[in-house]
């Protein structure tokens, strides 16, 4: 009997048995009137027969325990053997829930979909190099996908959001990919007065999807009309003051029939939307103002008109984030553009006065993550604010590099909270690694202003990139030589040596800077001989 019991404890051994096997059995034991079993038939039969006894009554218990000794009789013994058979269900039953509680307590982790972000930008710059290997808040992939405003469409609804269609070429044929942007990067101008490049429907369906971006779509959108910007300038200016924000006077024409001749000359007409120097058009006379009009009435559009400043050199102030440089810039090449023909590019200090400029414009719109100050330093040693730029403001400068990976800093940081709600601190607040002192010393035979003292702010870089669209470092006027020799030589032996000089502080050069240097001997020297 102790037999049966422990194999009917067996979870194994009950769940073999035939199915209704043991309702058989429970079945025989609650019919009187039934045959034995055979086993009840071979045990031998008691000398007297006592009066059949009640069955004994068990309780199913869990865990199997020694049940008491059955009466001899039929039933006794079926009624044993069924209650041993219930207890090993039940715990067969307790095993079976215990195990799947388990399976439901700790699920295998599912491989979680990475998050895409549309970069918007030109191809020389592979920003999918610079997004490898970051991850969101450590556990979502970021998928780059890349692609200019012209080689892009696409659809919004609200509910299914945006969906990008992407052109890609591929072995000559046009490939088009669709994808559903999480979040974009806008680094390229969103509109130009150019035929063919105004895509602030893009900009629209964008904004229709309601995807976040840096910056965002608002402030992209109303940066597509410089005089909007400018307007929101002019704000600044009447609340902080000229002495905080110098802003420079301008005048806008909504057409060309409200262009009258200014009362001073000579003067900037700046016609429509445009970048980079284009549409800019310097006016020295009444009789070349009422020529640009007649320009202005072809166009069909919009122009301001503003004090042309005698200008010593330009100052940009950039703010990527928490991040601050100064770019000091100066022609070389007479034009009185310093953004055109050839120009020579410096970092300098980062000053209060400064941070105040591009801080008070980064409010604008909603607050602006990436954005740049230009103004003008004329040689009446005043500051003039001319524009303001937004995220797709060029890089420049030795420290592009850095810039780029600013930015895909302050891109990961507002994805987690945009897509995540995870608040992702910045790097603390820090500025260009140059010097911070106003007044540097001024080294023998280094570069003076065209005044024969120090540029003021000025903080030399330790190297620089003739592939840059300027050259860094500010013109040269001339160095103090104890040997007399002829002008043209000590313009371009001072403008090489100033190079040098700055190029030798760069411990890593190599072949190509070598090479750099020689063809900057070569074509300053040409450049700047009498």
């Given amino acids: 009997m102790n037999y049966l019991r422990r194999r009917l404890s067996d979870s194994s051994f009950v769940a073999n048995l035939p199915n209704g096997y043991m309702m058989d059995l429970q079945r025989s034991s609650s019919s009187s009137s039934s045959p034995a079993s055979p086993a009840t038939e071979r045990r031998p039969a008691p000398a007297t027969a006592p009066a059949p006894a009640p069955a004994p009554t068990l309780t199913p218990t869990p865990a199997p325990a020694p049940a008491p000794a059955a009466p001899p009789g039929p039933a006794g013994f079926l009624s044993s053997f069924s209650s041993v058979v219930k207890t090993a269900q039940i715990a067969s039953a307790v095993q079976a829930k215990a195990s799947a509680h388990t399976d439901v307590a700790a699920p295998k982790p599912a491989a979680r979909k990475p998050r895409v972000l549309l970069v918007i930008d030109e191809p020389q ?25 012209s080689e892009i469409n696409l659809v919004s609804c609200v509910n299914s959001g945006c969906t990008v269609d992407i052109q890609v070429t591929r072995g000559g044929t046009k490939v088009v990919r669709s994808v559903k942007p999480d979040f974009v990067l806008v680094r390229q101008h ?14 629209i369906g964008l904004h229709y999807g309601s995807i976040p971006s840096v910056n965002t779509l608002f402030s992209i959108y109303n940066f597509c009309s410089k005089p909007w910007v400018f307007s929101h300038m002019i704000k600044l200016y009447q609340t902080l003051g000229p002495e905080k924000f110098p802003l420079n006077e301008q005048t806008f024409f909504p057409n060309h029939t409200q262009m009258l001749p200014t009362a001073s000359f000579p003067v900037v007409v700046k016609m429509g939307h445009a970048h980079a120097g284009m549409g800019k058009i310097k006016v020295e006379t009444v009789s070349d103002f009422q020529d640009i009009t007649s320009v202005v009435a072809i166009a069909k559009t919009y122009a301001t008109a503003e004090p042309f400043v005698q200008s010593k050199y330009d100052i940009r102030i950039q703010k990527i984030g928490n991040n601050y440089k100064a770019y000091m ?34 409010e604008m719109f909603g607050g602006l993550d990436i954005c740049a100050v230009k103004a003008v330093h004329g040689k009446d040693g005043k500051d003039y604010i001319i524009e303001v730029m937004d995220s ?92 007399k020799q002829p002008a043209q030589l000590n313009k371009s032996q001072s403008l090489t040596n100033t190079f040098s000089e700055t190029l030798r502080r760069n411990v890593t050069d190599d072949e190509a800077k070598a090479e750099t240097i020689r063809s900057l001997r070569q074509s300053f020297a040409s450049l700047f001989s009498d």
Avoid at 333 to 360: C, F, H, P
Avoid at 439 to 454: C, D, F, L, W
């Fill in 190 to 203: 969103a509109y130009s007065m150019t035929p063919g490049e105004d895509f602030r429907n893009l900009v």
């Fill in 392 to 483: 797709s403001m060029p890089l420049i400068g030795e420290h592009v590099e850095e810039d780029r990976q600013l930015i895909c800093d302050l891109v990961i940081s507002k994805m987690s909270l945009a897509l995540l709600g995870v608040n992702t601190p910045l790097t603390a607040n820090k500025t260009q690694p140059g010097p911070q002192t106003s007044q540097p010393k001024r080294s023998t035979g280094g570069p003076r202003s065209q005044s024969g003292q120090a540029s003021p702010q000025r903080a030399r870089s330790a190297s620089t990139s003739p592939s840059q669209a300027f050259q860094p470092g500010p013109m040269p006027s001339g160095g103090t030589h104890t040997q």
């Fill in 125 to 149: 710059t592979d920003w999918a190099k610079h997004f490898r290997g970051r991850k969101l808040n450590g556990e979502y992939e970021i998928r780059v996908e890349q692609a200019e405003f």
């Fill in 329 to 362: 810039r100066t022609s070389i090449s007479g034009n009185w553009k310093a953004n055109t023909g050839s120009a020579m590019l410096e970092q300098i200090a980062m000053t209060d006065r400064y941070r105040v400029w591009v801080d008070s414009c980064a």
